[in-house]
C-alpha cells in the first residue's frame, strides 16, 4: 500500500523541475521591473518634453506675422506684429555692427594706453 504512493512521493522530492520555475519566477521578476523602469522613465521624459514645450512661444503660420508668448495650456493667445521691411531692418543691422565695433575698438584703444 504504501509503494502506491512512492511515484507521488518521489514527484514532490524531485528537484529537477524547480530549477525551471526559479528560471521562470526570476525572468518574471525581471520583465516586472523593465516595464515599471520603462514607464517611469517615459513618464519623466514626456514631462520634460512637455515643460520645455510650453516654455517656446507658438508661431502661427498664417500669412500676417502673428507671435504668442508664453502660453497657458488649452488656448492660444497671439498677437499681431507689424512686419519690418527687409531694408529697414539691414539699415538696423548695420547700424548695430558700426556700435558695436565702434565699443570694440574704444576698448582696444583703452587697453593700450
Known amino acids: 500500500m504504501f509503494h502506491s504512493f512512492s511515484p507521488f512521493k518521489q514527484a514532490l522530492l524531485n528537484e529537477s523541475g524547480s530549477t525551471s520555475a526559479q528560471h521562470a519566477a ?14 517611469s522613465f517615459g513618464t519623466a521624459v514626456q514631462s520634460y518634453f512637455q515643460q520645455s514645450d510650453n516654455s517656446f512661444p507658438v508661431m502661427s503660420h498664417s500669412a500676417g506675422a502673428s507671435v504668442t508668448s508664453e502660453r497657458p495650456r488649452g488656448r492660444r493667445l497671439t498677437q ?5 521691411p527687409l531694408e529697414e531692418r539691414l539699415r538696423i543691422a548695420r547700424q548695430q555692427k558700426t556700435q558695436r565695433l565702434a565699443e570694440l575698438r574704444e576698448r582696444a584703444s583703452s587697453r593700450q594706453r
Open 26 to 39: 526570476l525572468l518574471a521578476l525581471v520583465v516586472t521591473v523593465c516595464i515599471g523602469g520603462v514607464q
Open 80 to 84: 499681431n506684429v507689424p512686419t519690418i
